[in-house]
């Protein structure tokens, strides 16, 4: 095999990095948590189109704090 797989990558050339892997963790919670009030902000103007675009990025972009998160985890098992 060229390329490991799986576990075997892990061992063979997987680094952990804690330290960048707490902050994306608590940067994404922190954001999340900021996001709430402002998504709910523009579900209740939603009747104008801009706001209704704004609404759909602003999913976007918390499935992106989401995914920042998962890569945290990541960073952290290396």
Request: proline share 4%; hydrophobic share 45%.
């Given at each position: 095999?060229?390329?490991?797989?799986?576990?075997?990558?892990?061992v063979?050339?997987?680094?952990?990095?804690?330290?960048?892997?707490?902050?994306?963790?608590?940067?994404?919670?922190?954001c999340?948590?900021?996001?709430?009030?402002?998504?709910y902000?523009?579900?209740?103007?939603?009747?104008?189109?801009?706001?209704?675009?704004?609404?759909?990025?602003?999913?976007?972009?918390?499935?992106?704090?989401?995914?920042?998160?998962?890569?945290?985890?990541?960073?952290?098992?290396?």
């Amino acid at each position: 095999r060229i390329r490991p797989i799986g576990d075997e990558w892990t061992v063979a050339k997987g680094e952990a990095h804690p330290y960048f892997g707490a902050w994306s963790i608590s940067w994404s919670v922190v954001c999340q948590t900021l996001y709430i009030p402002c998504i709910y902000a523009l579900y209740m103007e939603r009747r104008h189109s801009c706001y209704r675009i704004m609404l759909y990025l602003s999913f976007v972009d918390f499935i992106a704090l989401i995914s920042l998160c998962a890569f945290g985890f990541i960073l952290i098992e290396g």
